[in-house]
């Protein structure tokens, strides 16, 4: 009979060796932490990253104050207040976008941009955004001009035409002097919804805001 052969098993890892592993993951990821804390510290002011420190983050980024990624990376922060950045908000937002130099975040930001494209992201971002901007301890609505702003900033790259036309009514109109959280939303719903230009779809029984019935008429006598 053929002699059978056994295979060695090979001997588990020591103790030392996985005590070791483990040790270098954990101050990689200290090292990645203090990282993001030395840059924190590059642009916050009293502990915190107030506007003058935006306002050096987006010189160091190379753009705009008024540029959307900075509104988006605020969203990915979950920045609670607008204009300011907590510690706890950029290390788990850098965190999460595995972003620990400049370097890496400027990438990670001009990233952005293709990650809202996704309909569930945008959704989460265009609601964000409005939360952001109530900067009033109860505030529920936001001033026309600056949801016209917004609408430009959040929805103008992807509804060119709508938002177009749906600020040029905000802007002519006189019955609203604020907008609401379900009217915002309903933006966003009528954008993605509804056939434009011709707004053949548009039903006003499926409960719509009155502000976009009104605006619907106000293009059909426009057309």
Not at 12 to 36: I, L, M, W
Request: hydrophobic content about 35%; aromatic content about 10%; glycine content about 2%.
């Amino acid at each position: 009979m053929p002699r059978s052969c056994k295979r060695k098993s090979s001997a588990p890892p020591s103790p030392s060796r996985v005590k070791s592993f483990s040790d270098s993951r954990s101050v990689k990821a200290k090292t990645k932490d203090g990282e993001r804390i030395d840059l924190f510290n590059k642009y916050a002011n009293n502990g915190i990253i107030d506007p003058d420190g935006i306002m050096v983050l987006c010189k160091d980024l190379e753009m705009e104050h008024t540029d959307v990624r900075i509104l988006l990376l605020a969203w990915k922060l979950k920045a609670a207040k607008l204009g300011y950045f907590t510690q706890d908000e950029w290390q788990k937002g850098l965190k999460t976008c595995k972003v620990d130099s400049l370097r890496s975040l400027k990438k990670a930001v001009s990233e952005l941009g293709k990650e809202v494209k996704e309909p569930s992201q945008l959704e989460d971002f265009h609601s964000f955004a409005f939360r952001y901007h109530l900067t009033e301890e109860k505030q529920k609505c936001i001033d026309i001009e600056t949801i016209c702003e917004l609408l430009n900033l959040v929805l103008r790259s992807q509804f060119c035409r709508q938002v177009d036309l749906l600020i040029e009514y905000l802007k002519v109109q006189s019955d609203y002097k604020v907008i609401n959280l379900d009217q915002w939303v309903n933006f966003l719903r009528f954008c993605k919804e509804i056939s434009f230009p011709d707004l053949q779809n548009y039903d006003e029984a499926q409960a719509w805001p009155l502000i976009l019935d009104s605006f619907v008429e106000w293009l059909r006598e426009k057309q």
